[in-house]
């Protein structure tokens, strides 16, 4: 049996090492290290709204910063996306890699006075699978059987070899709720978590009050906080000014007033990227020198520097440097800027002069500024690109597989193999086209049958290569989460992932 307990996530140091070197700034000099307050609340503003606090429903990893707090999921991540211990103590697989063993924690119960154990389990992963709507029902689908060993053991019994299963049960999928509150999740969430919901208004705010018997008494510093959604930068920025909230995301043009207005911003790098995805099954597209050319078309250090002020990282692959997935031999600039080539390669494949290209847009300002920014640069090499307008990017550019390619940014997953099945395989949900090759085909099926540490990194490496030299993406850049807060907020870190948590967080007394 291998037991996965504390699995690290291998370069973290080296990907923050590299982010200060290259203008991203870990500033925590004004984050209070006073007393905290244990009656204090602790405000703050997402960028995006959340329609159900249901986490079998909620349709994004974005609404993760809201989910957290109420719901434990069975393993957690910490904020250097390593495994650690949840609501499952220890977890191991088979020596056949067949089947998942988690060890369960005692003595939990859900705010509603509902017992945790094993029944809890079996109850949430089967309604993940089943339930109509869900969102997690794919990323469950390796388990084919959940077998209650006793009050608190489980076995989870695949389909076959699934080494990234214990990633997946980090988020949404792996979140436990209490069964007694199925029926109403959406608006009166029930989990175990650090805190509770006390008023939720859909889209826009929810208060959550401490969970005085968590299991783990420090995590809930703050006896209150209150999240609101405002999507403008500037209004977050504003916000924060008034006194209104004491922590938010910032747009990176907002950085520099942030840090003259006196506050602390923190910027790192994160798993997330943006990309120009294209559509595969499109004319042309289906050409690895069209792809290839498109790549050559885009001034990625021009766009960091324009569109983010230098708070973010050029890419060619969809994992950044430093982290285990990255392949150096391919390295930042395989695809270097280069106009001239690319015009060679679109010739080559025959593409005509001023052939067009639909481009998708999300209707939010920084997806506009990027797709007007591409367009240009495409222009350059005979593209003409068209970029339409919408408000369900998703369902637009993958549901209904319109347009040729969307500018828009990967939120990233805790394991690769979750981003390359999404993203990269034939079945992907957000792969629009369900175009792939057969080279990441067969790697990534060793990938998620192998659960050999190391083996697993090379695997992730491989395809990270391969994905970039057969040109399935446009990775553009990763760029850096600036956290942005009061001198009155104690414990607030950057989290890799991309998803802040909200453990240890509170307000200094005063």
Same mark, same amino acid.
């Given at each position: ?12 140091? =080296? ?14 000099? !004004? ?20 329609e159900t606090l249901d986490p079998h429903t909620s349709p994004g990893a974005g609404n993760n910063v809201w989910l957290f707090p109420v719901y434990d999921r069975l393993i957690h991540l ?41 029944? =809890?389990?079996? =109850? ?28 608190? $053991?489980?076995?989870? $019994?695949?389909?076959?070899? $699934? ?14 709720? @209490? ?62 000014? @008034? ?12 950085v520099a007033a942030a840090q003259q207005a006196g506050f602390v911003v923190d910027s790192q790098p994160i798993l997330q990227f943006f990309h120009l995805q294209l559509n595969l099954s ?13 790549? $050559? ?84 090499? !005979? ?50 086209? !369900? ?76």
């Open positions: 049996m291998k037991v996965w307990r504390h699995i690290a996530v291998v370069g973290v140091v =080296a990907l923050l090492a590299a982010a200060c070197s290259s203008g991203g700034t870990a500033n925590t000099n !004004g984050n209070r290290s006073g007393e905290l307050d244990p009656n204090g609340t602790f405000r703050f503003a997402d960028t995006l709204p959340i910490n904020e250097e996306a390593e495994l650690v211990p949840g609501l499952a103590t220890e977890w191991q697989f088979s020596d056949d890699g067949r089947t998942l063993a988690l060890t369960l924690r005692q003595g939990v119960t859900f705010t509603d006075g509902t017992p945790f154990n094993a029944e =809890a389990v079996k =109850a949430n992963l089967e309604r993940g699978q089943t339930l109509e709507g869900s969102a997690v029902a794919a990323e469950l689908a390796v388990i084919k059987e959940v077998e209650i060993v006793d009050e608190y $053991h489980v076995n989870l $019994h695949l389909t076959g070899v $699934h080494s990234s299963l214990p990633y997946v049960l980090t988020d949404r999928a792996g979140a436990i709720a @209490s069964p007694a509150a199925f029926d109403n999740l959406s608006r009166a969430p029930v989990g175990t978590g650090m805190y509770k919901v006390v008023e939720y208004q859909p889209g826009s705010r929810a208060v959550y009050e401490r969970n005085d018997d968590y299991w783990d008494p420090d995590a809930a510093a703050a006896a209150r906080m209150e999240f609101t959604t405002i999507t403008d930068s500037l209004q977050r920025l504003n916000a924060l000014r @008034s006194g209104s909230i004491d922590a938010t995301i910032l747009a990176a043009n907002d499109k004319p042309y597209l289906d050409d690895v020198r069209v792809r290839q050319a498109i790549n $050559h078309a885009i001034n990625r250090e021009e766009l960091v520097q324009g569109l983010l002020f230098g708070l973010g990282e050029p890419a060619v692959q969809p994992f950044p440097r430093g982290y285990f997935a990255f392949d150096e031999e391919i390295g930042t600039d395989y695809y270097e800027y280069n106009p001239d080539k690319a015009r060679q390669l679109l010739a080559d494949a025959g593409v005509p002069e001023g052939y067009e290209l639909e481009l998708i847009n999300q209707n939010a300002p920084q997806y506009t500024q990027l797709s007007e920014a591409i367009q240009a640069q495409l222009a350059d090499v !005979g593209l003409n690109a068209t970029i339409t307008q919408s408000t369900i990017f998703a369902n637009t550019f993958y549901v209904e597989g319109e347009g040729d390619a969307g500018a828009i940014n990967w939120t990233g997953r805790p394991d690769p193999a979750q981003t390359i099945a999404l993203l990269y395989t034939e079945t992907g949900f957000a792969n629009p086209g !369900g175009v792939t090759t057969d080279e990441v085909a067969t790697l990534y099926e060793q990938l998620v049958a192998t659960t050999d540490e190391a083996a697993r990194a090379d695997l992730a490496r491989q395809l990270s290569r391969q994905i970039t030299l057969d040109a399935l993406d446009v990775v553009l850049y990763f760029p850096y989460e600036n956290v942005a807060y009061s001198d009155r907020v104690i414990g607030l870190r950057p989290w890799l992932a991309g998803k802040l948590e909200f453990r240890g967080v509170g307000i200094a007394a005063g």
